[in-house]
């Protein structure tokens, strides 16, 4: 046997680790649960090289048990992704102008990141106000569809936003932008004001306003966002969310723009 590998009947040779991680990879923001015969559909594993490894995975604490003979990521493994040095400090860095704007407007607020061609929501502080919100920390969503997203899609390379668009804009609400030549004019109006105005565009009943939080190294490397009633007008919350983005950036070391 060559490659250091043991076959595990697809036809490849894969190592110990690299079968955990295929079981591990195959849950989504789509797909968080999975049972047995969907991970051995998803990975290409035989089905007793996936009971041994889930069992494993079980018992170490990566994934858990949900009802009967269905999984999901466990706790342990969230934990240990929170240590990421640079998720780390821009949580801790964001944290405290988040609960500051949650506590002035009642509403959720969100931290946003890049995650290849998708937003992560990698902070979620929840509000006093009754609104359906479909976020939660560890979900992705489309860039183009929400105020976050498209603010970081606004400061990413012209390349990549191409590439975005090449890719699909699928509408998920009334307002979302399916156009590549309204995203692009809408992407320029973020860069020109500095925030972005959502309306209805990934939730139905649901808006948004959202800047972005700038790194050390002056790129953006979040954005931060509050979730308001689409009935509510907008600019009002404008001033609210820039400082709390702009109080982000600088706790990460970040210039304040020159005047």
Known sequence: MTGGGTPDGTGAARSVLGRALSVL????????????????????????????????LVAWGALERVGRGRYRIGLRLWRIGALAPAARTLREAALAPMQDLAAVTGHVVHLVVL???????????PGREDLTVRSRVGRDMPLHASGPGKVLLAHAPTAFVEQVITRGLPRLASGTITDPGTLRAALAEIRRTGHCLSREEMTEGASSIAAPVVGADGTVVAALGVVVPASAALPP??????????????NLGARPPSR
């Open 237 to 250: 919350y404008v001033p609210a969310v820039m400082v709390a983005a702009a109080t982000a950036s600088r």
């Open 115 to 125: 995650d290849g061609f998708r937003a992560l929501f990698v902070e979620r502080l």
């Open 25 to 56: 990879g195959a849950f989504t923001d789509a797909s968080p649960e999975l049972a047995l015969a969907d991970i051995v559909t998803l990975t290409g594993l035989p089905p007793a090289t996936a009971h041994r490894i889930v069992a494993e």
